[in-house]
């Protein structure tokens, strides 16, 4: 910007001085001195106003000479810049997309606004990839200025979806400010993924049902969690610091739920066979397939496909205990 400036104040400087010049050596009036520097600059040879003097001569000499590489130098400049910052966004426009296109198994996040960006800094925390999606530019030029991958168009796009590689994706989010754009979302994301995990923001209560019939696993309306929250820890204050421990990835301690597989190590041991203690891991509950939740969970329980773990540990015994990926 400021060599812009720069180069921009040359079209005022370089007709003044000429002026100046004119007016001081040939003692003409300002207008035929002005006249005389912009037809000299320009270099279209209409005929002087007077007879020049050598001084003048001399003078016309240094200040075509000096003009033309001042234009010629700002006139290159000018199409550096402007080459330059198309060439600049046709590359960053291209490592995006290559970005985009290698995504898998990942999140797509529906909305940069505060609440998208706040879930988009949770995810990059916990290193997990994940692409936002917004319409507005603006939003979108901050969401790549924190080097986050996004994509600019409408969530309720089929297409925009599938660029977004909705069919390789682990789950989605639609946190966008309108519950009908939300729900169309939804619709679109289940419709093209049939398995996709869809979690979504509902702003007023009316719409969390017509969001469950569109397909979305989760609803979650911010006002009343909210309240929840507040609730809880109005009755209970210790109950915060208790999550800050769980969500402070500097300590290494993860709460987690694990889906037992089919086959998997997990299958047809009980929880005194794995010894999860002696590891370092809290099961706090299971919940059996047929919805049943066990808490405390009995240490001779027999886990069984599509069961689910609720536990507490450092995030490597984890990993190493339930097959978690990193």
């Given at each position: 910007?400021r060599t ?15 002026t ?5 050596i ?6 035929d001195?002005?006249y ?12 002087v ?19 033309l ?11 550096e ?6 060439l600049?966004?046709?590359?960053r426009r291209?490592?995006m ?14 909305g940069a606004g505060?609440?998208?960006?706040a879930?988009?800094?949770?995810l990059?925390?916990?290193k ?5 999606i917004d319409?507005?530019?603006?939003k979108?030029?901050q969401a790549?200025?924190?080097g ?6 409408d969530?309720?796009s089929?297409?925009?979806l599938k660029e977004?590689q909705?069919?390789?994706?682990l789950c ?11 729900l ?7 419709l093209?993924?049939?398995s ?19 397909g ?13 929250k507040?609730s ?5 204050p210790?109950?915060?610091?208790f ?6 990835k ?16 997990l ?5 005194e ?8 891991i ?21 886990l ?8 507490v ?13 990193s």
């Amino acid at each position: 910007m400021r060599t812009l400036a720069t180069l921009l104040s040359f079209l005022i400087i370089l007709p003044a001085a000429g002026t100046l010049g004119f007016w001081v050596i040939e003692g003409w009036s300002f207008l035929d001195s002005l006249y005389m520097a912009i037809i000299t600059l320009s270099t279209v040879g209409y005929e002087v106003v007077e007879p020049i003097s050598d001084a003048g001569k001399v003078f016309i000499i240094i200040y075509i000479i000096t003009s033309l590489s001042i234009v010629i130098y700002s006139l290159t400049k000018i199409g550096e810049m402007a080459v330059g910052g198309e060439l600049k966004s046709i590359l960053r426009r291209r490592l995006m997309n290559q970005k985009i296109n290698a995504l898998h198994e990942h999140y797509i996040v529906c909305g940069a606004g505060r609440m998208g960006a706040a879930i988009c800094s949770q995810l990059e925390k916990a290193k997990e990839p994940f692409i936002v999606i917004d319409k507005d530019p603006e939003k979108i030029d901050q969401a790549r200025e924190r080097g986050w991958i996004s994509l600019e168009g409408d969530a309720t796009s089929d297409e925009v979806l599938k660029e977004a590689q909705l069919q390789t994706a682990l789950c989605i989010t639609t946190v966008l400010p309108n519950d009908s754009d939300n729900l169309f979302t939804v619709m679109s994301a289940r419709l093209l993924n049939h398995s996709l995990k869809i979690i979504s923001r509902a702003n007023d209560e009316s719409a969390i049902n017509k969001l469950k019939r569109a397909g979305a696993n989760r609803i979650v309306n911010p006002y009343s969690t909210g309240a929840v929250k507040i609730s809880q820890l109005m009755i209970n204050p210790q109950l915060e610091e208790f999550i800050e421990i769980l969500g402070d990835k500097e300590l290494g301690i993860d709460l987690t739920i694990t889906h037992v597989e089919r086959a998997s190590k997990l299958e047809g041991k009980t929880l005194e066979d794995l010894r999860f203690t002696d590891q370092g891991i809290i099961v706090i509950a299971i919940r059996g397939k047929n919805g049943k939740i066990l808490l405390p969970p009995p240490k001779n329980y027999v886990l069984n496909a599509s069961d689910s773990l609720v536990t507490v540990g450092t995030t490597e015994s984890l990993q190493s205990a339930l097959d978690i990926k990193s």
